[in-house]
């Protein structure tokens, strides 16, 4: 049995412990009662917007079958109070600080950007390129790769800390999403955001969600979310962060092996709170069963026994 495991990985020249953090919008720093945070690879608090914002109509969140739609609509404080109040919250730990921005345009984040980028305490940004574009017709930023080519550039020029594009599954072809971002300069992608999905109370005969659509998330969107992530690994060069579904460790080493670098838990912490601890250590115990020394013989493993031999959807 190996002597030591190594978990270690780099995502855009930031390096982290282990290969597993949250997801964005599904933890917060109360969790600290009941979770080691320096045992994350990385800490991703729900995504800030330049304002205050209330976000959308209730219900917000509704569950359905092997998942859960939620409908937040980004509701924030403003940045002011991300610098204040949640930005020295996460200084006190090891694991570093990965801000997720949402904006309303390319200003708005590239602003936003060279705030919190060139904060000291801020080791990376995630761009939520999902959020609508109110420049132009409200679409998601991440659903025009010309745009997002434009966002991360922009965004890339006031800041030197690793930029992660977030993208948006809810497009024709993601791998064209992702090799826009790539030319624009991210450092690395977040495959990827929710799902657009909807429910109806059949006794009611209304939405389940105030919003009518929400984004799914859970189980359900996983073997979506691995399909993503093994098409973007065969068209881009950089890190992979997998997200969407991940349930246990079993469903982390899955996204590891079709290509991503890192792996983010959502909607699991809901049901248990200490999951990434778990799946940081089953993880580590697969490798060791396997007779593994070093993660990077997981990442991107499919692709090493099919070379090439991959369909391009979309």
Do not use: W
């Not at 691995?226 to 349930?247: A, K, L, N, S």
Request: hydrophobic content about 40%.
């Amino acid at each position: 049995m190996n002597s030591q495991v190594k978990l270690n990985v780099d995502i855009g020249g930031l390096n982290l412990k282990n290969p597993i953090m949250p997801a964005s919008g599904a933890f917060g720093h109360e969790m600290e009662k009941v979770l080691d945070f320096n045992k994350l690879g990385a800490l991703v608090p729900k995504s800030i917007t330049m304002h205050p914002r209330g976000g959308n109509p209730t219900p917000r969140v509704c569950e359905v079958t092997a998942g859960m739609i939620n409908s937040i609509g980004i509701q924030s404080k403003g940045l002011e109070y991300y610098l204040k109040e949640i930005i020295p919250a996460y200084s006190k730990y090891d694991s570093p600080l990965i801000a997720s921005i949402s904006a309303d345009s390319l200003d708005e984040f590239a602003e936003m950007s060279d705030i919190i980028g060139n904060h000291p305490d801020v080791s990376g940004i995630e761009l939520n390129i999902s959020c609508p574009n109110l420049e132009q017709d409200g679409k998601a930023f991440g659903m025009d790769a010309d745009i997002s080519y434009q966002l991360v550039k922009q965004v890339k020029s006031v800041t030197n800390v690793p930029i992660i594009a977030k993208l948006s599954p809810n497009v024709t072809s993601i791998q064209e999403i992702a090799i826009a971002c790539e030319k624009g300069g991210a450092d690395a992608l977040t495959v990827a955001n929710t799902l657009l999905a909807m429910a109806i109370d059949i006794h009611t005969m209304k939405p389940k969600i105030g919003n009518v659509m929400g984004g799914i998330s859970g189980p359900a969107i996983k073997p979506i979310v691995v399909r993503m992530i093994y098409q973007v690994y065969q068209v881009t060069e950089i890190p992979i962060i997998g997200c969407g579904g991940v349930m246990n460790a079993e469903d982390a080493i899955e996204m590891i092996i079709a290509g991503a670098t890192a792996v983010q838990v959502g909607t699991a912490s809901f049901i248990h709170p200490t999951i990434m601890v778990d799946i940081i250590e089953e993880i580590e115990l697969f490798m060791r069963e396997k007779g593994m020394n070093d993660i990077h013989e997981l990442i991107g493993a499919i692709h090493h026994q099919q070379k090439g031999s991959f369909i391009k959807l979309g």
